[in-house]
């Protein structure tokens, strides 16, 4: 069975970090791009990050620009796994986490980088994050 596992949520203070991860069962991320979304409830799901989504390059990354660089994206190849680190988290940063995957080939053909959540197919059961004041 494909599937996705994220983990790594939690509750922090602001200011604090913490790092999420993606992992796959059942394939590799190889010739994937692996986007990271986030949902509060009673709004659509935004796309926040994502790593081998620009035209098709792996590694390659691209953010959200409300994200002012304070979350990084990146990949353990041998194991498999991609990493969101997020640092000075902020109360509007409380969301459910998603990892979700799109075809390499879709990201060559998007036009552009790929963190539309729209394009994904691919989706783990989400992580809760949560960020006091």
């Known amino acids: 069975e494909v599937q996705l596992v994220e983990s790594g949520g939690g509750l922090v203070q602001a200011g604090g970090s913490l790092r999420l991860s993606c992992v796959p069962s059942?394939?590799?991320?190889?010739?994937?791009?692996v986007g990271w979304s986030r949902q509060v409830p009673g709004k659509e799901r935004e796309g926040v990050s994502c790593?081998?989504?620009?035209?098709?390059?792996?590694?390659?990354?691209y953010y959200s620009h409300s994200l002012k660089g304070r979350f990084t994206n990146s990949s353990d190849n041998a194991e498999n796994t991609v990493y969101l680190q997020m640092n000075s988290l902020k109360p509007e940063d409380t969301a459910v986490y998603y990892c979700?995957?799109?075809?390499?080939?879709?990201?060559?053909?998007?036009?552009?980088?790929?963190?539309?959540?729209?394009?994904?197919?691919?989706w783990g059961q989400g992580t809760q994050v949560t960020v006091s004041s």
């Open positions: 979700a995957t799109a075809r390499a080939s879709v990201s060559a053909l998007y036009g552009g980088p790929l963190l539309n959540p729209d394009e994904y197919g691919t």
């Open positions: 790593i081998s989504c620009k035209d098709g390059i792996k590694d390659s990354t």
């Open positions: 059942g394939f590799t991320f190889d010739d994937y791009a």
